[in-house]
């Protein structure tokens, strides 16, 4: 009995040491994806914004020189 229950005891530690580790990487690596996700999520609408007046700009642009290749026909 004494010799199952030292057996077990060192499979616990061989057990927990190992897994205590990869669950902190884990946790680690779970808590850079959050931020990443959350620092991508913040700046979307700053790059909406850019993308659409940036587009709308664009477009006021080649409307005024559509028009002016025309007049000049």
């Given amino acids: 009995m004494c010799n199952l229950l030292s057996l077990n005891i060192l499979q616990n530690l061989l057990f927990c ?6 669950l902190h990487g884990k946790s680690v690596g779970f808590a850079t994806q959050n931020s990443r996700f959350r620092n991508v999520k913040t700046q979307l609408s700053f790059f909406k914004r850019i993308i659409f007046t940036k587009s709308k700009v664009f477009f006021s642009i ?6 002016e290749n025309q007049l000049a026909r």
């Fill in 62 to 67: 080649f409307l005024e020189r559509k028009k």
């Fill in 17 to 22: 040491i190992p897994k205590a580790a990869v």
